[in-house]
């Protein structure tokens, strides 16, 4: 299949959210999904995954709850706005879509608020690897972490770490922890649709994207879990959480480096943490890519005023002294 060929071009093409599996998994959840097919020459040469918002805009697939988005393509050039023209849309918007994605450059938003990167832990040399490659201070705190094993199993007993738990109770459990720390995600989960479509994805097997749901335990009482979704040798982290009832012991930071240490025998390279500019995620992360956003329009005229409105709406946003030239786009 064609849209398969394209995520083999390169690891970050590989992401599961990219895949033909999760966009099928987000349009049973959401009416308004829809891909967008772009030919040139007879050929396709990418598909657009997004949702329908009002006035006929397209906006990222599965919205906030996808950690990257944009094309899935050749890497082609393309006539993107002629391809918006084409679906019946104004516009179409993206918000993480990686830097690689070169189709987008003359799309993308060129002010500094809009870029950001995502860390990734890269294991081709395994855990060793991964543990030499360390900074003196992610060391110290690895350290730190895993001391309070014992204390966490003096309190709750035995620590046991679970790969990819199939108990429902378990994703139960995380998403009740999730929604708890952040209401927004309660408020998503009680929509129509939202809770199967987690649940969905976290019981797939399909080649492009596997369900992973990582437990820790002490005891028989889970007390950290991961829900990631796996495409290949990378696993892109979605959900986390802990029981608050053993923050002190740093349980969901252990459960975090017991699953990279099982990574390598499960053949993951790469575990993808997604967009956030996280403490945790760059202090433990040993590599990163670019992403950003941008918006592409069927009308050259409402461009240029989308240019236009970017422009001064920045220059508000900052005081006059951090207000950088803007080069022309």
Not at 83 to 111: I, M
Not at 258 to 286: C, P, S, T, W
Request: glycine share 10%; net charge positive.
């Amino acid at each position: 299949m064609r849209w398969q060929k394209f995520q083999q071009l390169s690891a970050i093409a590989s992401n599961p959210f990219f895949s033909l599996t999760y966009a099928r998994a987000v349009a049973r959840a959401a009416p308004a999904a829809r891909v967008a097919v772009v030919e040139e020459s007879g050929e396709i040469e990418a598909f657009i995954p997004y949702e329908l918002s009002d006035h006929r805009v397209g906006t990222t697939i599965g919205g906030m709850y996808t950690c990257v988005d944009g094309l899935v393509s050749s890497n082609a050039p393309i006539n993107l706005r002629s391809a918006v023209k084409d679906a019946n849309l104004r516009g179409w918007r993206f918000l993480y879509s990686p830097v690689e994605q070169t189709a987008l450059a003359p799309y993308r938003n060129h002010l500094d608020y809009q870029g950001t990167s995502v860390s990734t832990i890269e294991l081709p040399s395994g855990l060793a690897g991964y543990l030499g490659g360390m900074t003196k201070s992610a060391r110290k705190a690895h350290g730190r972490v895993m001391r309070s094993r014992p204390e966490l199993e003096k309190a709750a007993g035995p620590v046991s770490f679970e790969w990819n738990s199939s108990k429902p109770a378990d994703l139960d459990c995380l998403l009740r922890w999730k929604a708890a720390q952040y209401g927004n995600v309660g408020e998503w989960l009680a929509l129509p649709g939202k809770s199967r479509f987690v649940h969905e994805l976290a019981e797939s097997d399909a080649e492009d994207c596997t369900g992973v749901l990582s437990v820790l335990r002490a005891g028989d009482r889970m007390v950290a879990g991961r829900l990631g979704l796996r495409a290949g040798s990378t696993l892109a982290l979605w959900i986390t959480a802990y029981d608050p009832e053993f923050a002190q012991f740093q349980s969901g930071m252990m459960s975090l480096f017991m699953l990279v240490a099982e990574a390598q025998g499960r053949e993951v390279e790469r575990i993808d943490f997604g967009y956030g500019d996280n403490f945790h995620k760059r202090r433990f992360a040993n590599s990163q890519y670019e992403i950003g956003g941008g918006e592409v329009w069927a009308s050259g005229l409402e461009a240029g005023a989308r240019r236009v409105y970017q422009r001064l709406r920045y220059r508000r946003v900052l005081p006059p002294a951090a207000q950088p030239a803007v080069a022309g786009t």
